[in-house]
């Protein structure tokens, strides 16, 4: 268990910031350091794998890598399959499931690829274990085996996780379109708010002025606190067999680092007071009520929290619910339940009135946030051109299946935008 191949996916986009995570958790670099796409792939021991596990705010799983090898049809899949010693990872006591996933595969069916690589599996315990094999269970399996193919190899890998990791086992109240802890982070890490190779975060205040159930607040107070992200939550490799309880209780115990001094103070709000209740209970079983100040009110109102800091926000767009600001438009009772019609609205499709929101918050920053930077993430590439600023840095980022980009707005007082693009 000493000469492991992990493979961690991860957003796309966030790949270099995972890969500098990874080195600060386990010290890797170079050849053993390798970032991919969607992903970063690290040579490592077992117990880095349980610490990236407990550590890692980016990573969506972290995966061990069992086998890879050429393919041509289905019955190639069984005998890479075949090949892999499964007894010396479960026993056929314990349930399992396999997750195939594929890129410019040749084979006509998943389905049959997956079916393949269950049957090998079944046949090798069959003959290890006296005729004996696991069952399958597709909800909640003992063991998740996921497989890879791409155009000419199959990669196989058994999961360390159990749950995605953006789980991190304090969300209980939520809205409609949570914002995953994972992509939080991300946009941490981007904004430069936090330096995920140092741990350190920006002497700075925090605000999300669109907070809803609290993930970016409550994300960015974890990481100021010294809270590993995985504190709160169990995972998959307590129910693999070289899962040693004692190894996991001293790495735990040994987890949460100091937070800094004078952490920093971080704030959020919500035009959905619903939604600021939601948040707050968070933030309690998250372990950042101290720090954390959550308070109900719109965004087109509310003041600045502090003199000067950094405002991270993820506004209603699209396919998430609108629960950003109303002020003056009569819809304040109706957020966190409205949808994508008020999404819409809010982006300026709809002639009610409703789809000014963007430049009046731009007018409300300019107004009375000078000195302030705005990390603002949207699919809509125009929202700038919406705001009447004019962005210093866009990063790509993915938000599920949704393309978005991280915009960041540099507040100045009056307009940002020369007066020709101002007036179009």
């Known amino acids: 268990m000493n000469d492991l191949t992990l493979f961690l996916p991860c957003a796309a986009g966030v790949e270099d910031f995972l890969a500098q995570e990874v080195h600060a958790i386990t010290g890797r670099a170079g050849d053993d350091l390798r970032v991919l796409r969607g992903g970063v792939r690290v040579r490592a021991q077992w117990r880095e794998a349980l610490q990236l596990n407990l550590h890692s705010r980016l990573a969506q799983r972290v995966l061990i890598e069992l086998a890879r090898g050429q393919y041509r049809g289905e019955n190639d899949l069984y005998a890479i399959a075949s090949g892999v010693a499964w007894e010396i990872w479960f ?97 941490l890490a981007a904004s430069g708010w936090w330096n995920p190779e140092t741990g350190e975060v920006a002497d700075a205040p925090l605000y999300d002025p669109c907070c809803g159930s609290g993930t970016i607040a409550i994300e960015a107070a974890q990481i100021a606190l010294g809270i590993p992200a995985g504190s709160l939550r169990r995972f998959g490799f307590e129910k693999l067999l070289p899962f040693q309880p004692h190894v996991w209780d001293s790495i735990r115990a040994g987890a949460q680092r100091a937070p800094q001094a004078d952490a920093v103070a971080v704030f959020g709000s919500d035009v959905s007071h619903r939604m600021v209740d939601f948040a707050q209970r968070n933030a309690e079983r998250a372990g950042v009520a101290d720090a954390v100040q959550l308070r109900g009110g719109d965004a087109l109102q509310r003041m600045p929290p502090a003199e000067s800091g950094v405002i991270v926000l993820n506004p209603p767009y699209g396919e998430r619910i609108a629960v950003g600001g109303f002020a003056g438009q009569g819809h304040a009772g109706q957020a966190g339940r409205t949808g994508a019609r008020e999404a819409a609205q809010m982006q300026g499709d709809d002639a009610d009135g409703a789809g000014d929101f963007f430049p009046r918050l731009a007018t409300h920053w300019k107004k009375n946030f000078p000195g302030w930077t705005a990390w603002v993430l949207t699919p809509d590439l125009k929202l700038p051109q919406r705001m009447r600023l004019k962005e210093s840095r866009r990063v790509p980022m993915w938000n599920g299946p949704i393309e978005c980009r991280l915009f960041r707005f540099d507040m100045v007082a009056g307009s940002a935008r020369a007066p020709k693009e101002a007036g179009a």
Not at 92 to 107: C, D, G, N, V, Y
Not at 150 to 156: K, V
Not at 162 to 186: I, N, S, V, Y
Request: some cysteine.
């Open 91 to 187: 026993t056929p006591r314990q349930t399992f499931k396999i997750e195939t996933t594929a890129q410019h595969s040749p084979l006509r069916s998943l389905n049959f690829a997956t079916l393949r690589i269950k049957d090998a599996i079944a046949d090798r315990f069959r003959a290890k274990a006296g005729g004996v094999r696991p069952s399958i269970e597709t909800q909640w399996p003992d063991v998740r085996v996921f497989a890879h193919l791409d155009t000419e190899f199959c990669t196989l890998y058994i999961d360390t996780s159990g749950e995605p990791l953006f789980k991190r086992g304090w969300r209980q109240d939520k809205g409609d379109a949570p914002l995953k802890e994972t992509l939080a982070a991300a946009m």
